[in-house]
């Protein structure tokens, strides 16, 4: 009985990977090479194929297997034990949402989205507003639904942060707010500021998209197992661990986007490529969290592809392949120009050291909104008065402040903790990395890459889903997630940087 269980269990979820994969295939093509009028048939095939995957999901029988299976789980191997529970919990999630529930959300969502797309646009809050509200009331009942305990956001973190709690974010991003934004203020007031005027020549594209191809082959992305395309917003999407796509855009007026956008998603990319051969076709190769996903991309982009050592040794090449555009650049002036600090109103442009302000504030409200100690009408309110206590800006309009960002407009709430916990994370284990490799920026200097992505595959890529978030941060590091790590990251690199 056990047996065949579980080899019922495995054929389902494999068919249900499969469709889930080729849906992600179709939403690539969608993004890079779909023909403009493709685009109304292309709806209908990721219904259909999403609808599938759905009701082979949610079946009573499949479920019925997966709960004997899981009475029994003492008798199962280790792996099988895993994937027995990371299942069972995704279903229990799944079939505790009613149909129609379900169905109301997708349309509130794909309303939402529209109405964000022309608000947005007109800079029009107000035609946004009764949207949110749907949106907002949604998201409380799904609350409602799952169950929580203590605040209703923790119900809806756990879509993104699985054991994550508000509670906890409260304690990790309370010091963070306080040390980042003064960190901010004394950057500004320093006397030295990076010298940014050679930026501004034409860069020409071809030659930042080789470029950034021969790093991401150094850093370890495999181009036998994936390959890169231009895309309007960048994204990673995996196939499998076999098949992982990384998606870029190219600027002529700026040359660092490119490369620095390549990195983070290499960063996914090779997290998607390290899953375990063997976890194919089943939910255990898959993230543990967004904000371990995060970490990744934030560990190569920020961590190594903004460091000195990583342009010591990429500065002949840079400068050999955007040729005349870069003559008479030096190291220095490359590491100052890619390191400057500059709060600004949009979240995806910000820097480093004001990134996690831009998610705080979204937290403080959304988390608000959930609990409905503010309303809908009061967020541009909220989000202005926060910005200039964070970031010391003044918001000229709703477009370039609280309509900025798609994730309400799609009833994501909790989602923009996971950005900031990528930066948390990714300090925390490279503290680690720091300890047990003590040669490692001799080896980036050298353009050697191996000794970092080795750990990460060992304590990171490896387990998939085995683990919760917390669980990969402890093992790795022997400390629950914390802030402290991140933030001297950033004084000693930006103290040095603006002779603080
Ligand atoms: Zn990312």
Redesign the pocket.
């Known amino acids: 009985m056990i047996e065949t269980d579980l080899k019922e269990v495995r054929k389902t979820l494999g068919e249900i990977s499969d469709l889930n994969s080729s849906l992600a295939l179709l939403s690539w093509d969608q993004q890079t090479y779909m023909p403009p009028k493709g685009a109304v048939i292309r709806g209908r095939q990721q219904a259909t194929l999403s609808a599938l995957a759905h009701q082979k999901f949610v079946s009573e029988e499949f479920g019925e297997q997966m709960q004997r299976l899981h009475d029994r789980k003492n008798e199962l191997s280790t792996d099988d034990r895993s994937l027995v529970e990371v299942s069972l919990y995704d279903y229990d999630r799944a079939v505790c949402l009613p149909e129609e529930f379900v169905e109301e959300l997708t349309i509130a969502q794909s309303a939402g989205f529209e109405a964000w797309v022309a608000a947005r646009k007109e800079n029009d809050f107000t035609s946004f507003l009764p949207h949110l509200e749907k949106l907002i009331d949604l998201a409380r009942r799904k609350a409602d639904y799952h169950g929580y305990e203590g605040t209703p956001y923790n119900a809806l973190l756990e879509d993104f942060e699985p054991g994550m709690t508000a509670e906890q974010l409260d304690r990790i991003f309370g010091e963070l707010a306080l040390r980042q934004s003064k960190l901010v203020e004394r950057i500004a007031a320093s006397p030295v500021q990076p010298d940014t005027s050679w930026l501004q020549r034409e860069w020409p594209k071809q030659p930042q998209f080789d470029f950034a191809r021969l790093v991401l082959q150094d850093i370890g992305f495999d181009y036998e197992r994936g390959r890169q395309d231009l895309a309007p917003h960048p994204f990673?999407t995996s196939l499998s661990a076999q098949d992982v796509r990384l998606t870029t855009r190219i600027s002529s007026e700026e040359p660092f986007s490119c490369l620095t956008g390549s990195i983070?998603?290499g960063?996914?990319g090779l997290y998607e490529q390290g899953f375990a051969e063997h976890d194919v076709r089943t939910p255990l190769a898959n993230c543990s969290s967004l904000g371990i996903?995060?970490s990744q991309?934030?560990t190569w982009e920020n961590i190594i592809g903004r460091s000195l050592p990583f342009w010591q040794h990429y500065t002949p090449q840079f400068k050999q392949y955007m040729g005349e555009a870069a003559s008479g650049i030096s190291v220095e002036q490359i590491f100052r120009a890619i390191n400057r600090v500059s709060p600004s109103l949009i979240r995806v442009e910000a820097d480093e050291c004001t990134y996690n302000l831009h998610i705080i504030l979204r937290y403080e409200i959304e988390r608000a909104l959930l609990e409905g100690r503010i309303s809908a009408r009061e967020i541009p309110e909220a989000w202005n008065a926060r910005m200039k206590e964070l970031l010391g800006i003044d918001v000229p309009d709703d477009a370039s402040g609280s309509l900025q960002d798609i994730h309400w407009s799609m009833g994501m709430f909790g989602y923009f903790p996971t950005?900031a916990l990528?930066n948390l994370y990714a300090a925390q284990m490279f503290e680690q990395v720091e300890k047990e490799l003590p040669g490692l920026w001799s080896e980036i200097e050298a353009g050697q890459f191996t000794g970092l992505l080795n750990w990460l595959r060992k304590n990171v890529h490896l387990h998939g889903r085995r683990k919760l978030a917390h669980q990969i941060i402890e093992d790795s590091t022997g400390s629950p997630p914390a802030s402290g790590p991140y933030l001297q990251y950033l004084e000693s690199k930006y103290g040095s940087l603006y002779a603080l």
């Open positions: 990673t983070h998603e960063g996914h996903h995060e991309s934030r950005y990528g």
